[in-house]
């Protein structure tokens, strides 16, 4: 039998006519497939109208061209299955949802033809034709409509995502700025929290790494620090260049998280953390971020940047960082001799920075840093000799320790060559 006979034609005609009499009892049968094996498109009852002039749309069309024989090339998909697409495109709703509706849409529409059929032929030849034709029919208007379908939901999430991220960084200049702004507003824009605390946090990729696919790396990761951190939401993320990103991690009520436990695994190991501290409200969005960029200049400015860094820790070098020439010239006078960049230096400075820290105890520096009482004691004196002095102002040699310790050769004097006696020196 020539499924492209007159006699079948006749017949997928006859059986798409009587299943156009019954065209809104086929839609709300498909339609009610669509939404009870797709949980993703129940949503939204707007949306929900839209959806059911789609099915109306594609069933009426799909129809029209077995009952007029009208040729796929001239048919285009209907505009209420295309503005569905878009729709559901700009609410973030999978692509494979929208496929998957139009298979299902494709079973349940064919299962209606092929009853009709049952009911119109009884010639097992004429219905193997007719079902053949009826099945290339329907399945090349599926596909082809599934192709507009893609296409119209790509321009639409593509040119809805620039437009949103364009919308999110407007919104988060002006937090930034300090100036008034609309906290409903901002918060339904950034989908984000205000009145809470943040935690703000820049992310950097190492010099060395290919920036291909860095923005994707930086997401993943201040996810996965936002989860570690067990954060009481999705945090805000806004690339900065091809390798760095700002974003905001939300508290909920918790003015505490442990950033190095964060960042620690899990992460690309040439990822780089600033964090600034835990502050609450739009004025604590834009100081925590003030602070997490102030942790990473120290982090930079040091040469080697360490893999975590909290503005807690660094907040009096940060403060500091003002003038690099400035800070260098003081350290320099701070410390004298100590300030000489050398690892036997840098074992007197770490030595003294943690006597300092444990209020002048030597027993405590001793546990802290694993060395004997006398050894510690030792160093303390070697340590002071360099200097030339006493570390009697202790509050200003402290600072100067802390600076060479973030900052090392930044605020350090070249080494010179040492002479054989002092290479036993412990």
Same mark, same amino acid.
């Given at each position: 039998?020539?499924?492209?006979?007159?006699?079948?034609? /006749?017949?997928?005609?006859?059986?798409?006519?009587? +299943?156009?009499?019954?065209?809104? !009892?086929?839609?709300?049968?498909?339609?009610?497939?669509?939404?009870?094996?797709?949980?993703?498109? #129940?949503?939204?009852?707007?949306? !929900?109208?839209?959806?059911?002039?789609? +099915?109306?749309?594609?069933?009426?069309?799909?129809?029209?061209?077995?009952?007029?024989?009208?040729? &796929?090339?001239?048919?285009?998909?209907?505009?209420?299955?295309?503005?569905?697409?878009?729709?559901?495109?700009?609410?973030?709703?999978?692509?494979?949802?929208?496929?998957?509706?139009?298979?299902?849409?494709?079973?349940?529409?064919?299962?209606?033809?092929?009853?009709?059929?049952?009911?119109?032929?009884?010639?097992?030849?004429?219905?193997?034709?007719?079902?053949?034709?009826?099945?290339?029919?329907?399945?090349?208007?599926?596909?082809?409509?599934?192709?507009?379908? %893609?296409?119209?939901?790509?321009?639409?999430?593509?040119?809805?995502?620039?437009?949103?991220?364009?919308?999110?960084?407007?919104?988060?200049?002006?937090?930034?700025?300090?100036?008034?702004?609309?906290?409903?507003?901002?918060?339904?824009?950034?989908?984000?929290?205000?009145?809470?605390?943040?935690?703000?946090?820049?992310?950097?990729?190492?010099?060395?790494?290919?920036? %291909?696919?860095?923005?994707?790396?930086?997401?993943?990761?201040?996810?996965?620090?936002?989860?570690?951190?067990?954060?009481?939401?999705?945090?805000?993320?806004?690339?900065?260049?091809?390798?760095?990103?700002?974003?905001?991690?939300?508290?909920?009520?918790?003015?505490?998280?442990?950033?190095?436990?964060?960042?620690?695994?899990?992460?690309?190991?040439?990822?780089?953390?600033?964090?600034?501290?835990?502050?609450?409200?739009?004025?604590?969005?834009?100081?925590?971020?003030?602070?997490?960029?102030?942790?990473?200049?120290?982090?930079?400015?040091?040469? #080697?940047?360490?893999?975590?860094?909290?503005?807690?820790?660094?907040?009096? +070098?940060?403060?500091?960082?003002?003038?690099?020439?400035? !800070?260098?010239?003081?350290?320099?006078?701070? !410390?004298?001799?100590?300030?000489?960049?050398? *690892?036997?230096?840098?074992?007197?400075?770490?030595?003294? &920075?943690?006597?300092?820290?444990?209020?002048?105890?030597? /027993?405590?520096?001793?546990?802290? &840093?694993?060395?004997?009482?006398?050894?510690?004691?030792?160093?303390? #004196?070697?340590? *002071?000799?360099?200097?030339?002095?006493?570390?009697?102002?202790?509050?200003?040699?402290?600072?100067?320790?802390?600076?060479?310790?973030?900052?090392?050769?930044?605020?350090?004097?070249?080494?010179?060559?040492?002479?054989?006696?002092?290479?036993?020196?412990?």
């Amino acid at each position: 039998m020539d499924t492209d006979g007159p006699a079948v034609a /006749k017949l997928v005609a006859d059986v798409a006519a009587a +299943v156009s009499r019954r065209a809104a !009892l086929v839609s709300e049968d498909v339609y009610e497939v669509i939404l009870r094996d797709i949980p993703e498109l #129940r949503d939204d009852k707007p949306v !929900l109208a839209l959806l059911s002039s789609s +099915v109306q749309s594609n069933i009426g069309t799909c129809l029209q061209i077995m009952q007029h024989q009208i040729e &796929l090339s001239a048919v285009h998909a209907p505009a209420a299955s295309l503005e569905y697409a878009r729709r559901r495109a700009q609410r973030g709703t999978p692509l494979t949802a929208l496929l998957r509706a139009y298979r299902l849409g494709h079973t349940c529409f064919s299962d209606w033809l092929l009853v009709e059929l049952a009911r119109q032929a009884d010639d097992a030849a004429m219905i193997t034709a007719a079902t053949l034709s009826m099945s290339r029919t329907v399945a090349g208007y599926v596909d082809q409509t599934s192709e507009e379908i %893609v296409a119209a939901y790509t321009r639409e999430r593509e040119h809805w995502l620039r437009n949103r991220s364009a919308a999110r960084a407007a919104r988060i200049r002006d937090l930034l700025s300090g100036e008034r702004v609309n906290a409903a507003a901002t918060e339904a824009t950034l989908g984000y929290r205000l009145r809470q605390y943040h935690v703000g946090l820049v992310c950097w990729a190492g010099d060395a790494t290919a920036a %291909v696919d860095n923005i994707t790396r930086l997401e993943h990761a201040i996810s996965h620090v936002a989860a570690e951190v067990a954060a009481s939401g999705d945090p805000v993320f806004l690339p900065r260049d091809e390798s760095s990103a700002w974003a905001w991690l939300p508290l909920g009520i918790r003015d505490r998280f442990d950033a190095a436990g964060a960042a620690a695994a899990g992460v690309d190991g040439d990822l780089h953390f600033a964090f600034g501290d835990a502050a609450r409200g739009s004025t604590g969005f834009r100081l925590t971020h003030q602070q997490a960029l102030a942790a990473q200049a120290v982090a930079l400015a040091a040469g #080697r940047a360490p893999r975590v860094v909290t503005f807690e820790e660094v907040a009096p +070098v940060a403060m500091m960082l003002g003038s690099a020439d400035l !800070l260098r010239a003081w350290v320099l006078v701070t !410390l004298g001799g100590l300030a000489t960049d050398d *690892e036997h230096h840098a074992r007197l400075r770490d030595t003294l &920075l943690a006597f300092l820290q444990s209020g002048g105890s030597y /027993k405590a520096t001793a546990e802290q &840093l694993t060395l004997h009482k006398n050894t510690v004691q030792y160093r303390i #004196r070697k340590a *002071e000799e360099s200097m030339g002095r006493p570390a009697g102002n202790r509050y200003d040699v402290e600072l100067a320790l802390r600076a060479s310790h973030w900052l090392g050769s930044a605020v350090l004097q070249p080494a010179r060559e040492r002479s054989p006696a002092s290479a036993g020196l412990r």
